[in-house]
Nanobody
Framework: QVQLAESGGGLVQAGGSLRLSCAAS????????MAWYRRAPGKQRELVVD???????HYADSVKGRYTISRDRAKNTVFLQMNSLKRGDTAVYYC???????????????WGQGTQVTVSS
C-alpha cells in the first residue's frame, strides 16, 4: 500500500502565503511524476502543477508566477509554495503521485486525502 499525506493547508488572507507538503510512504520502489490538483466549491478538480521525475514542471496559467512546486526525491516528498494568494485559490488541494511498487511494474496513480486552503478577503 501507498499513502500520501498532505499538510500545510489553512486559512490565510488574500495576498498571503502558504506552503503545502505531501509525503509518500509505504511500499514504494519508484515515483515518477508528482502533482497538485485542486477542487474549488462547485467546480471540477483541476491540475494546478506537476513535476516530473527529472524536475520538469507544468503550471496552470492561473497560478504561474505565484506558485512554486519542488520535490525531495530522497524523501518522496513534494511541496507547493503558494504566494500572493487570491480568493479564487480557495479549494481543497490534493497531492497525486505516480508510484511503482516493484521493479518493472507499472506506475499507478495515488491520491492524498486533500487539504483545505481558504483565502479570505
Amino acid at each position: 500500500q501507498v499513502q500520501l499525506a498532505e499538510s500545510g493547508g489553512g486559512l490565510v488572507q488574500a495576498g498571503g502565503s502558504l506552503r503545502l507538503s505531501c509525503a509518500a510512504s509505504g511500499s514504494i520502489f519508484s515515483i515518477n511524476a508528482m502533482a497538485w490538483y485542486r477542487r474549488a466549491p462547485g467546480k471540477q478538480r483541476e491540475l494546478v502543477v506537476d513535476i516530473t521525475r527529472g524536475g520538469n514542471t507544468h503550471y496552470a496559467d492561473s497560478v504561474k508566477g505565484r506558485y512554486t512546486i519542488s520535490r525531495d526525491r530522497a524523501k518522496n516528498t513534494v511541496f507547493l509554495q503558494m504566494n500572493s494568494l487570491k480568493r479564487g485559490d480557495t479549494a481543497v488541494y490534493y497531492c497525486n503521485a505516480a508510484v511503482s511498487q516493484l521493479r518493472g511494474s507499472d506506475y499507478v496513480a495515488y491520491w492524498g486525502q486533500g487539504t483545505q486552503v481558504t483565502v479570505s478577503s
